[in-house]
C-alpha cells in the first residue's frame, strides 16, 4: 500500500493506494499554521490510515516547495512555516520510516504519468495553471527534481518573445519573486483575471470571464485570445528546451476546453522548425493528482 499526502495552505489530504492504484481511503484535514502542529496532524492522518486499511504503507509526500540538496532544508514554500526546517528528516523520524518529498506540481507530473493523461509517456511536463503557476517534471514515471532542487520552476522565467503590451506589462506588475515578466504574471488565473481588468476596468474571476466569452463579450474574448497566445509562447520554450512526450494541464485554468483546440495550433507557430504534434491534455485526476502524485514517490520496482 502507497499513501500519499497532498501538504495545502488550508487543508492537508491523505489517499491510500493499492498496488494497482485503486483508492482504499481518503481524509482531509485543516492544515495548522505551525511547523510542530503539522507534522503531529501527518501523523494522526497516517495513524488513521493505517487503522482504517489494516495495512501499513510507505509515505510520500507533495509540498509546496522544495527540499534544497545543499542546506537539507525546506526552501520557496508559500507554507512559511516549514522553510528552513528539515521536514522530511523530523517527518520521517516522527514517523518511524522513510518519507519521500517533492514538491506538489512534480507531484502531479507523476500521477499522471503513472496512471493518468500521461500514462506510459517517458517524459512528462505538467503545468498547474491556478492562483499561481507551476511544473513539474516527471522521467519514467519518476519526479525529476535537479541538482538545485527547481526543476520544473518553469512559471519564474520570463514569459518568451514578449511584444510591446507585454512588455509594458512586465514593468507594471512585478512578480512575488521580486523579478519582472515572469510567465506566472501573465498565465496564471490570476494573470488571466488582472490582463481582463486591464481591458475592461472591471475585477471578475476566471470562471465568469469565461461565460462573457461564450457569451460573445469583445473584450472577454480578447483576454482569452491574448492568455492563449501567452500559454502557447511559454509551452513552445518548454517544447525547444525539453520536447517533452505529453504535456498535462491542471489547475483553474486547465478547465477552460477551449485551450486544447487553441494552443496546440499556436504552439507550433513559436517551436524552432515549425514542428510541433505533443498531445496537450486535462489531468485525468484532476485535483486528486497531487495526492495520488505524491504517494506515486514511491514507485512499483
Keep these: 500500500m502507497r499513501i500519499g499526502i497532498d501538504l495545502g495552505g488550508t487543508k492537508t489530504e491523505i489517499i491510500a493506494l493499492s498496488d494497482e492504484g485503486d483508492e482504499l481511503f481518503r481524509h482531509r484535514q485543516p492544515?495548522?499554521?505551525?511547523?510542530?502542529q503539522t507534522i503531529e496532524l501527518i501523523a494522526s492522518l497516517v495513524d488513521l490510515t493505517e487503522k482504517e486499511t489494516g495495512q501499513t504503507g510507505t509515505v510520500g509526500m507533495g509540498i509546496p516547495g522544495s527540499i534544497s540538496p545543499y542546506t537539507g532544508v525546506v526552501k520557496n514554500a508559500n507554507s512559511v512555516w516549514l522553510n528552513g526546517k528539515p521536514f522530511d528528516k523530523d517527518l520521517s523520524q516522527r514517523l518511524q520510516r522513510d518519507?519521500?518529498?517533492?514538491?506538489?506540481?512534480n507531484c502531479l507530473a507523476v500521477s499522471e504519468a503513472v496512471d493518468g493523461a500521461a500514462a506510459g509517456a517517458q517524459t512528462v511536463?505538467?503545468?498547474?495553471?491556478?492562483?499561481?503557476?507551476g511544473a513539474g517534471v516527471a522521467l519514467g514515471g519518476r519526479s525529476h527534481i535537479g541538482g538545485n532542487g527547481t526543476a520544473g520552476e518553469w512559471g519564474h522565467n520570463p514569459l518568451p518573445w514578449m511584444d510591446e503590451d507585454e512588455l509594458r506589462y512586465r514593468a507594471e506588475v512585478p512578480c512575488y519573486?521580486?523579478?519582472?515578466?515572469?510567465?506566472?504574471?501573465?498565465?496564471?488565473?490570476?494573470?488571466?483575471?488582472?490582463?481582463?481588468?486591464?481591458?475592461?476596468?472591471?475585477?471578475?474571476?476566471g470562471n465568469e470571464i469565461i461565460r462573457l466569452v461564450e457569451e460573445q463579450d469583445p473584450?472577454?474574448?480578447l483576454a482569452l485570445s491574448r492568455y492563449e497566445m501567452?500559454?502557447?509562447?511559454?509551452?513552445?520554450?518548454?517544447?525547444n528546451?525539453?520536447?517533452?512526450?505529453?504535456?498535462?494541464?491542471?489547475?483553474?485554468?486547465?478547465?477552460?476546453e477551449r485551450?486544447?483546440?487553441?494552443?496546440?495550433?499556436?504552439?507550433?507557430?513559436?517551436?524552432?522548425?515549425?514542428?510541433?504534434?505533443?498531445?496537450?491534455?486535462?489531468a485525468l485526476h484532476g485535483d486528486s493528482s497531487g495526492v495520488r502524485g505524491a504517494a506515486w514517490l514511491w514507485p512499483q520496482e
Excluded at 99 to 105: C, E, I, K, T
Excluded at 243 to 251: A, E, F, K, S
Excluded at 259 to 282: D, M, N, Q
Design 230 to 239: 501567452r500559454l502557447a509562447k511559454s509551452l513552445a520554450h518548454v517544447v
Design 259 to 282: 485551450l486544447y483546440k487553441t494552443v496546440p495550433g499556436l504552439v507550433k507557430s513559436w517551436v524552432f522548425g515549425g514542428e510541433f504534434e505533443t498531445p496537450i491534455r486535462k
Design 99 to 105: 518519507v519521500r518529498l517533492a514538491n506538489d506540481a
Design 219 to 221: 473584450l472577454a474574448e
Design 125 to 133: 511536463f505538467a503545468v498547474i495553471i491556478g492562483t499561481g503557476c
Design 31 to 36: 492544515t495548522p499554521r505551525d511547523y510542530h
Design 241 to 256: 528546451i525539453l520536447d517533452p512526450d505529453v504535456i498535462v494541464l491542471g489547475g483553474g485554468m486547465s478547465n477552460v
Design 177 to 205: 519573486c521580486g523579478k519582472q515578466g515572469c510567465i506566472e504574471t501573465f498565465i496564471s488565473g490570476t494573470g488571466f483575471g488582472a490582463d481582463y481588468q486591464r481591458l475592461s476596468g472591471k475585477t471578475l474571476k
